[in-house]
């Protein structure tokens, strides 16, 4: 007779056994010689060492399957127990395709869905430095996010870095109301937004709590040293030359690095050029390096806004009419 405490933690309990424990007594069921009993974040089971054995493995099996699928079902315990043989990490036949990154909440599949961003894939896996840089509505950052997380679960990093300029669009913090982290939330609002689609809530809530998952502004990543990490810095348009590179410089072992930004909405001062801009002539050459630019074909929200890029694309061309110069022909 041996007992076993299975930890569960980040997963609310009702999550995984059902808001009546009908999971659990499914369970219960299919294990009849075994005691088992939930205690918050802990499973204990006693019975047969044999039997905990094979208990655990299927155990584990289910917490696999709610970690890629934000949800489990009794129709998935079932099927699991009669022949999940998939270890817990081991990528899924699509996931190996490459174009499925990972399943979000509720169970929602979560795909590099244009030709750049199946690039972007491809290239994370070859490259640990990747610079994406395109329009808005390109889903460069959700891509990169995705990514993130799916080397997280797969457990080929420890932690996730999220970084953004902390002021954007002239805008000054000193003016924003509330304390540092109630002007800072709305400029990583957009990185919150991509991990809720990813991450059940309360696995979420752990990863911020526990440092597993930081979402900070560029300048508190000065001095720092990342390592066993996928580092991802948003918006890096908005970053001068020194910034960029002292972002890029923390790069420790083991680490992979994301840079995404939008070249056509750089909101520095006049005098500051970006650093992103600079990047692209600096570092093209460097070995393990990629570079690679989306564009209009690649917009996943509303058609509109592809037509809204290739607008502004039309009147910010050389020899292209401003609406100054209509003004001024009227006149």
């Known amino acids: 007779m041996g007992e076993k405490v299975i930890k569960i933690e980040g997963i609310h309990p009702p999550d995984i056994f059902g808001l009546r424990e009908e999971k659990l007594k499914l369970l219960k069921h299919i294990f009849p010689k075994l005691k088992i009993v939930s205690r918050g974040e802990e499973l204990i089971v006693i019975g047969d060492d044999e039997e905990l054995h094979f208990f655990e493995s299927k155990f584990r099996a289910m917490l696999d399957h709610f970690e890629r699928f934000g949800k489990i ?64 509505g390109t889903g460069k950052t959700y ?11 797969n457990k080929e990093v420890k932690r996730i870095i999220l970084a953004r300029p902390a002021v954007e669009a002239g805008e000054n913090l000193g003016f924003l109301p509330g304390d540092l982290k109630d002007k800072l939330d709305p400029y990583l609002r957009p990185l919150y937004d991509a991990l809720r ?67 056509t909405q750089i909101d520095l001062p006049r005098h500051q050029v970006s650093g992103l801009l600079r990047s692209v002539k600096i570092l093209n050459h460097i070995k393990g390096i990629d570079f690679i630019f989306l564009n209009e074909k690649d917009v996943i929200r509303h058609e509109l806004v592809s037509r809204i890029i290739d607008a502004y694309e039309g009147v910010e061309k050389p020899g292209s009419k401003s609406e100054g110069d209509d003004d001024a022909s009227d006149s």
């Open 73 to 136: 079902t009794e129709e998935n315990i079932l099927e699991i127990m009669a022949h999940s043989d998939r270890m817990p990490g081991e990528p899924t036949e699509e996931e190996k395709s490459g174009e499925l990154l990972l399943y979000g909440r509720n169970g929602m599949a979560i795909r590099a869905r244009s030709p750049n961003q199946r690039r972007m894939v491809s290239s994370s896996a070859k490259n640990d430095m990747l610079f994406a840089i395109g329009p808005a």
């Open 197 to 263: 689609d990813m991450i059940p809530p309360a696995r979420l809530e752990s990863y911020l709590e526990d440092g597993t998952i930081e979402i900070a502004p560029l300048a508190f990543m000065r001095g720092r040293t990342l390592d066993n990490a996928f580092a991802i810095l948003d918006e890096a348009q908005n970053t001068t030359e020194s910034q960029l590179k002292m972002f890029l410089t923390r790069m420790g072992k083991s680490a992979r690095f994301i840079v995404t930004g939008d070249i």
């Open 143 to 153: 891509t990169a996010v995705a990514l993130a997380v799916r080397a997280l679960k």
